[in-house]
């Protein structure tokens, strides 16, 4: 009766009992909560198709990747699930049976047969690690309650996913498969789902590269106990007992490796997506790689691929072989900043046509010339004499775009680039000048790119789009007629790729050699050189940079039709030497692209030595008889003339035909002196004889004066074929050094004298 009593207190007791442990649970879990936050993260930048390009570790050099559910392969769901947890779904965190059946075995045979744990408890092993004793087990068992209490199943299996052990330096199933085997989870074959499911019981013990039998071992046994689970068929266990067990860990990705460390030092996110093309990426990864072995030791490159319309970078190549030192692998030269040479060229023409000082065949002048105390050459050391816009900047000619600059305004230019968001770097206190139009100047792969992407794209520069947290944007930097025009300029270039606008550069003494490239939906940069600075000789953008600017872009497979003329744009004949529109007796007519209406007539000289009345046009008084000139006290019948001059600068470059002192006749030698009024004369010059030969102390004044006589003003003074700054009647030649010299004196009529001195310093 006593026995019997005792049950039924027990029984009824045990209701009570519960309460009270539900109730203690609560109070546990209220006390002590739990959660499933996740360990620091490794980094994984990827390609638009979502292929891997790099991976990097966490602070403690652990390789852990995220993953949700959607992201593995099922058949590793379906042997994890057989092999560590087949209840999972059903039970609610712990397996009592499980934990009863691994106790016996346990207190029988002295030592663990199998484990009692389900996947909640090694989740919750994972997240808040305990010594392995009793007492520890318990909390374990309460942290897994705690866990299925607030998470879902999909939730737990997910930091499961995320945070298992697998050997080595990698935690989570991704970091697994991407170490072991090369490629991510969703790839897994059966073998490496088998292997993967066992590796974290005991990662060391089974870690396949270096325990290749202990792996191969505990992975068939799994694949064999899916058959008998009947969730594989035995012709399914025969294909995969022949896959081979890794021996090796797989290498890091490396794809765009200069673009992914630039980017997860900006994003701290475990996941960082880009716009890059990976085969592309591959492709011109290779192509670098394999070119600078041709140039020279220590000779990198750099690549840039971009979307016209949208900024996005499709392919980014920062250095030429990642894993050669020798090469500067690790420097980045699409951010570097050099001097761009010539590159900047196509901007200077751009924004003058949208001032309305040029069209695009304005006649300039390719003649040594000098800009106060700058004298720039061209790259060859030859000059052309007249040239074209279209002319100049194909042939990219250092000294028209010289003298485009100077009537454009170098600190116009360089605050127009930088209001478009383009960054001209100079040196600290320096102000832009004109060497800005030849590379005096710093910038980058990916500002030159940048830039080029307004041709593009109607006169709106593009800033790059690296990745998919960048947002699209534009800045108006040229006018959709002037972009239009340059690049068509380009385009017809002969030397250029069919299909391609490009521009070359090369920086002061073959430091560095560009080509930039825009083709109907993309724009390409290439930079070649040492990153140190050390010259290549003989290398420059046309030879080095060009054909392989032409290789990337034959793996583009671009759409080559020409973009259509804007509304803005109009063809026009034109008149030179005057440079506007043809009337009656054109001496030399061109068809000209201009923009909105707008036809400048021809600059005659610098800027600094130009003139307020139209110097296209010399009138004067011509003598009926003699057909010379006269002047108008001159007591002789006489009629006016006009005639069309070319800027006195081109003159030693004209045909006979078209020089001054053809067009332009003598004065009568009737025509004396009357009153105040002086016979005019040929010019000459005074103060130095043909041939005369000067012995000038080192260490003194080494100056020789010299003055014109006779002739009109203004005096053009040419020394070696260089014109001087200074267009008086008297002027000074200062610092002369030993040498032969030529000194030519050229009026506005003409008339011209030339004499040959020599000089040598004591």
């Known amino acids: 009766m006593t026995r019997r009593l005792v049950r039924c207190r027990l029984w009824a007791s045990l209701p009570i009992i519960g309460i009270l442990l539900f109730f203690s649970f609560l109070l546990y879990d209220w006390a002590v909560p739990v959660d499933l936050t996740s360990r620091s993260l490794s980094q994984t930048v990827l390609a638009e198709d979502g292929s891997i390009l790099r991976n990097f570790a966490d ?154 039998e202990r792996a191969q071992q505990a992975r068939d046994k799994l694949m064999r106990r899916l058959v008998t689970h009947q969730h594989w068929s035995d012709e399914r266990l025969n294909d995969a007992l022949i896959e081979d067990i890794p021996l090796t860990t797989k290498s890091d990705f490396q794809s765009a490796p200069l673009l992914a460390r630039r980017l997860v030092t900006l994003n701290q996110a475990p996941r960082i997506k880009t716009f890059i093309h990976s085969q592309w990426q591959s492709q011109v990864s290779d192509l670098l790689k394999n070119y600078v072995h041709g140039i020279g030791q220590k000779v990198s490159a750099a690549a840039l691929v971009v979307e016209n319309k949208t900024g996005k970078v499709k392919v980014y190549a920062g250095s030429a072989d990642f894993n050669d030192n020798s090469r500067f692998a690790y420097v980045d030269m699409v951010q570097a900043i050099r001097s761009p040479g010539s590159t900047l060229k196509p901007f200077i023409y751009g924004m003058a046509l949208d001032e309305g000082l040029i069209h695009s065949e304005s006649l300039l002048m390719d003649v040594p010339l000098t800009f106060g105390d700058y004298q720039p050459d061209n790259f060859n050391g030859s000059v052309s004499g007249p040239v074209s816009v279209t002319y100049a900047l194909q042939k990219s000619l250092n000294i028209p775009a010289v003298q485009v600059l100077e009537q454009l305004k170098p600190i116009y230019f360089f605050l127009k680039m930088k209001k478009a968001g383009i960054e001209l770097k100079l040196p600290t206190g320096a102000k832009p000048n004109l060497a800005v139009a030849l590379g005096g100047v710093g910038s980058s792969l990916e500002d030159l790119v940048y830039a080029y992407t307004s041709l593009g794209n109607k006169g709106q520069a593009q800033p790059l789009r690296f990745s998919t947290e960048d947002k699209q944007s534009q800045q108006p930097l040229l006018s959709d007629g002037a972009a239009w025009i340059i ?16 521009k070359t550069g090369t920086s002061y003494g073959f430091r560095d050699a560009w080509a930039i490239g825009v083709s109907q ?108 000139r006269v002047n108008i006290a001159c007591q002789v019948e006489a009629k006016r003339r006009q005639v069309i001059v070319w800027p006195a600068p081109l003159e030693h470059w004209l045909s006979t035909e078209q020089r001054r002192a053809y067009r332009i006749p003598n004065w009568d030698p009737r025509c004396k002196t009357t009153g105040n009024i002086v016979r005019q004369s040929t010019v000459r010059i005074h103060g130095l004889a043909n041939q005369d030969a000067f012995q000038l102390p080192k260490q003194q004044n080494r100056d020789i004066t010299i003055s014109a006589e006779g002739g009109e003003a203004p005096f053009y003074w040419f020394l070696n074929s260089v014109l001087l700054s200074d267009q008086q009647k008297k002027i000074t030649l200062k610092n002369l050094k030993s040498g032969h010299y030529q000194l030519t004196l050229i009026d506005q009529a003409g008339s011209s004298d030339q004499v040959e001195f020599s000089v040598r310093l004591y």
Not at 61 to 73: A, C, E, H
Not at 153 to 160: E, N, Q, R, S, V
């Open 59 to 212: 602070e403690n050099g652990i390789w852990r990747f995220p993953v949700t559910l959607d992201d593995v392969s099922p058949n590793y769901l379906d042997a994890l699930i057989t092999y560590e947890d087949q209840y999972f779904y059903q039970h609610p965190g712990v397996n009592v049976f499980a934990l009863l059946r691994a106790t016996w075995q346990w207190i029988s045979t002295g030592q663990v047969v199998s484990g009692g744990s389900t996947l909640t408890m090694q989740v919750a092993r994972i997240r808040y690690p305990e010594p392995r004793t009793v007492w520890g087990k318990l909390k374990e068992i309460v942290r897994a309650l705690q866990l299925e209490w607030h998470f879902s199943k999909a939730d737990i299996l997910t930091y499961y996913l995320n945070h298992a052990p697998f050997g080595g330096t990698y935690e989570g199933i991704q970091a697994a498969s991407l170490g072991y085997f090369g490629h991510t989870v969703k790839q897994l074959t059966d073998a490496q789902a088998a292997l993967l499911a066992v590796l974290p019981q005991a990662p060391s013990y089974y870690r396949p590269d270096r325990h290749r």
């Open 521 to 628: 939906h993309y724009t390409l940069g290439v930079w070649i050189g040492r990153p140190d600075g050390i010259p290549i000789p003989g290398h420059y953008g046309q030879v080095t940079a060009v054909p392989l600017l032409n290789n990337i872009y034959q793996r583009l497979n671009d759409q080559r039709p020409e973009p259509l003329m804007p509304d803005s744009v109009s063809n026009m004949e034109i008149c030179w030497p005057q440079g506007d529109r043809v009337k009656t007796n054109c001496e030399e007519s061109r068809n000209a692209y201009i923009v909105d209406g707008t036809v400048p007539k021809t600059w005659y000289n610098t800027a600094a030595r130009q003139t307020a009345f139209n110097p296209s046009e010399f009138q004067f008084w011509q003598a009926n008889d003699s057909k010379l």
């Open 487 to 502: 690049r068509k300029i380009l385009l017809d270039n002969p030397d250029s790729v069919s299909g391609l606008a490009v």
